[in-house]
C-alpha cells in the first residue's frame, strides 16, 4: 500500500502564496491518480484538485481555479499544490489523497490511501 506525506503547510497573509507537497512511498506514484481536499474546522471535507496518473488530465474545484495548481513529478514519487492569492476561506487542513484507477473522483469515498494532512492558515 501506498504511504503519503505532506508538507509544506503554515500560516500566510492573504494574497500569498504557498507550496504544498505529497510524498508517497511503498508503491509508485504513477500507478495512482492523485488529489487534494481540505477541511475547514465544522464543515466536510471538500475537492480541491485532481491529477491522472501521467499528469496529462487534471480538474480543479471552482473555488480554487485560477489561483492553485496541482501537478506531480512521478519520477520523484511527489506530488504538489502551488496555491496562490490565497484568501481567509482558504484555511483548513488540507490533505493528499491517491486512488488506482484513471478516475478523479471528487468524493473523497474515492481514494483509499491518505495523508495525516498538513494545516493551512491564511490571515486577513
Known amino acids: 500500500q501506498v504511504q503519503l506525506v505532506e508538507s509544506g503547510g503554515g500560516l500566510v497573509q492573504a494574497g500569498g502564496s504557498l507550496r504544498l507537497s505529497c510524498a508517497a512511498s511503498g508503491r509508485p506514484f504513477s500507478w495512482y491518480t492523485m488529489a487534494w481536499f481540505r477541511q475547514a474546522p465544522g464543515k466536510e471535507r471538500e475537492f480541491v484538485a485532481g491529477l491522472s496518473r501521467s499528469g496529462g488530465g487534471t480538474m480543479h474545484a471552482d473555488s480554487v481555479r485560477g489561483r492553485f495548481t496541482i501537478s506531480r513529478d512521478n519520477a520523484k514519487n511527489t506530488g504538489y499544490l502551488q496555491m496562490s492569492s490565497l484568501k481567509p476561506e482558504d484555511t483548513a487542513v488540507y490533505y493528499c489523497?491517491?486512488?488506482?484507477?484513471?478516475?478523479?473522483?471528487?468524493?473523497?469515498?474515492?481514494?483509499?490511501?491518505w495523508g495525516p494532512g498538513t494545516q493551512v492558515t491564511v490571515s486577513s
Open positions: 489523497a491517491v486512488a488506482q484507477g484513471t478516475t478523479i473522483w471528487k468524493d473523497p469515498s474515492g481514494y483509499n490511501s
